[in-house]
């Protein structure tokens, strides 16, 4: 089958450092994508990772295990505005994305 | 440079009736796509196109239908609303070097009483 989990919400303070993490279950993966929803407006592309490891770009970075069926999304030095829900996202055997519910990231001052 | 751009933002419906959700893209994106975005779920495939002319069923097709007329346009029509259609549809579009960095519309709050 096919599933994806994430956790539903998670608290972070600014400043501080928060992994997010993803396990899913897909019969065609073809790469993991992370994804960024403030509320009430549209999803933004943040990561896409393929092959096993770390990608990072600028604050934020993507983990990825194949073997294990999971992820991570690591945000460093959080700000305001990272305050938003992220969404993992990997792809089904018609190569078409498959979507977590989303986590809400919380950042407290 | 608009992007991905949807009409109309917000509607409100009575059971039965029907409407048409236009979306636009000045990408020359060859992928379209329309999603459903309801509390405590997932962004679900409603259909999908490939290229102008084409169309395929996403996830969850039941109750709409589509048209790509043209490659900037993708039209999704609600036959005759149901309250189960309630949501925020996303229209998105991607290229075909990175067909799943997709550029998403702003969203339609649609209502059905």
């Known amino acids: 089958g096919q599933n994806i989990d994430q956790p539903t919400e998670m608290t972070a303070t600014e400043g501080a450092i928060v992994q997010i993490n993803c396990t899913y279950q897909?019969?065609?993966?073809?790469?993991l994508f992370w994804y960024q929803q403030h509320a009430g407006e549209a999803p933004t592309f943040l990561s896409y990772?393929?092959l096993d490891g770390l990608e990072e770009k600028g604050r934020f970075s993507s983990f990825l295990s194949r073997s294990k069926g999971y992820s991570y999304l690591l945000l460093k030095e959080l700000q305001m505005k990272d305050s938003a829900s992220y969404l993992c996202?990997?792809?089904?055997?018609?190569?078409?994305?498959?979507w977590g519910a989303g986590t809400k990231l919380i950042i407290k001052p | 440079n608009a992007g991905v751009t949807q009409t109309p933002k917000f509607r409100v419906l009575k059971t039965g009736q029907s409407m048409t959700l236009l979306c636009a893209q000045d990408?020359?994106?060859?992928?379209m796509y329309w999603y459903r975005q309801d509390p405590g779920m997932g962004l679900r495939l409603i259909h999908y196109?490939?290229?102008?002319?084409?169309?395929a069923k996403g996830e969850v097709p039941d109750g709409y239908n589509v048209s790509r007329l043209k490659k900037q346009n993708f039209l999704l029509g609600l036959e005759s609303a149901a309250p189960s259609q309630t949501s925020v549809y996303f229209c998105?579009?991607?290229?075909?070097?990175?067909?799943?960095?997709?550029?998403f519309g702003a969203g339609s709050r649609l209502t059905v009483l």
């Open positions: 998105a579009s991607g290229d075909t070097s990175g067909a799943n960095v997709l550029t």
């Open positions: 990408m020359n994106h060859e992928y």
């Open positions: 196109s490939v290229g102008e002319g084409t169309t």
């Open positions: 897909t019969s065609g993966f073809n790469g």
């Open positions: 990772n393929v």
């Open positions: 996202a990997t792809t089904d055997s018609n190569y078409q994305l498959i």
